[in-house]
């Protein structure tokens, strides 16, 4: 099956301790995400990463860290410094097109998500 | 003002009624629009993706766009009970920003039987 991975399902950190979410992709898409959602709220882009070893910033990327090693892999590491990690993380993929016309009608697909609590 | 805000929650409306969920943006420069249906505990799923101004119909879902207004709604037809979840406006902020999507707050909608 096609698709996009996310594990743990759930996560517990502990206070000053990193944490590292997975997510896999298998449908050759070019872009990931990672976003963050908090109860009641839309998602907030953390960051993205439209080619291997090339990742940016989103609005919210104090106290995480990205690495974009494979194409098919995107983990977030929710580092000590982010004070208040509670929130249900999501990871997409889309494809990239090399034109402005593709890329505008860029469509983003989800894994199922992780829900990271503090200890 | 948010980059894009929809319309505040919760919508509640009878089982077999029409469903109108509202949606604006502030950069005129968004070329594409999205809606995304989210259960409670769920990732979201895309549910209609619209480019041009109009409206664009898929089952017992239209989506319109008026890029003059900066406006972007969906109704939901013959809403039923699995309808009720919470749907997300999603705005592509184009090419020069890498086609990043800007998300607004959701609205809750419950279809009661």
């Known amino acids: 099956d096609g698709g996009i991975t996310q594990s743990p399902k759930y996560l517990f950190r502990k206070e000053g301790q990193n944490v590292t979410l997975s997510c896999e992709q298998n449908?050759?898409?070019?872009?990931m995400y990672w976003y963050r959602q908090d109860p009641g709220q839309g998602l907030r882009l953390i960051y993205y990463?439209?080619?291997?070893?090339?990742?940016q910033k989103g609005d919210i990327a104090e106290g995480y860290s990205v690495s974009r090693e494979k194409k098919e892999s995107f983990p977030l590491t929710v580092t000590s410094a982010q004070k208040n990690p509670t929130a249900f993380y999501l990871c997409?993929?889309?494809?990239?097109?090399?034109?402005?016309?593709?890329?505008?009608?860029?469509?983003?697909?989800f894994g199922a998500g992780t829900r990271l609590s503090v200890l | 003002q948010k980059e894009v805000e929809q319309n505040s929650g919760p919508l509640s409306v009878p089982e077999g009624a029409i469903a109108s969920l509202n949606c604006t943006y502030s950069?005129?420069?968004?070329?594409?629009f999205f809606w995304y249906r989210q259960y409670s505990g769920k990732s979201p799923e895309l549910i209609m993706s619209?480019?041009?101004?109009g409206d664009k119909e898929d089952g017992r879902f239209t989506a319109q766009l008026n890029k003059a207004s900066q406006y972007v709604s969906l109704l939901i037809r013959d809403s039923q009970p699995s309808d009720s979840a919470t749907y997300l406006c999603?705005?592509?902020?184009?090419?020069?920003?890498?086609?990043?999507?800007?998300f607004g707050q959701g609205t809750e909608l419950s279809v009661k039987p």
């Open positions: 619209i480019y041009s101004n």
């Open positions: 999603a705005v592509n902020m184009g090419y020069n920003q890498g086609g990043k999507l800007i």
């Open positions: 997409a993929s889309s494809i990239v097109g090399t034109s402005v016309t593709v890329l505008a009608k860029n469509i983003q697909y």
């Open positions: 449908l050759n898409h070019d872009a």
């Open positions: 950069d005129r420069g968004s070329q594409s």
């Open positions: 990463s439209q080619i291997v070893n090339d990742f």
